[in-house]
């Protein structure tokens, strides 16, 4: 019966939001909202983990993998500077992530992610959601 702040920002979401997917330790995958949050149940393939209510929120996006993950620790000093003291933080006063599936991320680190990820991976340069972000680097 209770809610924390990152399962009520998904209302907060609106079409042509960029989300960056990190998972232990790595940004894994950069998306593009579709649209804003809806009511849903949960996706089939996720009842066997039996970890979710059967209903809950969704937000439908344009999702990329990045092949070559970067990890969050080489930005570390980016994201102690850029983060620390800001409340619900993706990241710890240390660097380190929080635990949570979505919090704002300041436009800054944003690009440093970015600039980071597309190092490896330079198909990212063609996604036109991430435009924005390219040329304010």
Same mark, same amino acid.
């Given at each position: 019966?209770?809610?924390?702040?990152?399962?009520?920002?998904?209302?907060?979401?609106?079409?042509?939001?960029?989300? %960056?997917?990190?998972?232990? /330790?790595?940004?894994?995958?950069?998306?593009?909202?579709? /649209?804003?949050?809806?009511?849903?149940?949960?996706?089939?393939?996720?009842?066997?983990?039996?970890?979710?209510?059967?209903?809950?929120?969704?937000?439908?996006?344009?999702?990329?993998?990045?092949?070559?993950?970067?990890?969050?620790?080489?930005?570390?000093?980016?994201?102690?500077? =850029?983060?620390?003291?800001?409340?619900?933080?993706? %990241?710890?006063?240390?660097?380190?992530?929080?635990?949570?599936?979505?919090?704002?991320?300041?436009?800054?680190?944003?690009?440093?992610?970015?600039?980071?990820?597309?190092?490896?991976?330079?198909?990212?340069?063609? =996604?036109?959601? =991430?435009?924005? =972000? %390219?040329?304010?680097?």
């Amino acid at each position: 019966g209770q809610t924390t702040h990152h399962w009520e920002r998904l209302l907060d979401v609106r079409a042509g939001d960029i989300i %960056f997917h990190g998972c232990d /330790g790595y940004i894994q995958a950069v998306s593009v909202a579709k /649209g804003s949050c809806y009511d849903a149940p949960l996706p089939e393939e996720m009842r066997s983990e039996d970890l979710w209510e059967l209903e809950g929120r969704r937000i439908d996006c344009e999702y990329v993998e990045i092949d070559q993950p970067i990890k969050t620790s080489t930005c570390a000093d980016d994201i102690v500077r =850029l983060c620390n003291g800001v409340k619900y933080s993706p %990241f710890d006063r240390y660097g380190s992530g929080n635990m949570g599936y979505l919090y704002y991320l300041n436009r800054d680190l944003a690009k440093i992610f970015l600039q980071q990820s597309t190092k490896n991976n330079g198909y990212l340069e063609s =996604l036109d959601f =991430l435009q924005e =972000l %390219f040329e304010e680097m």
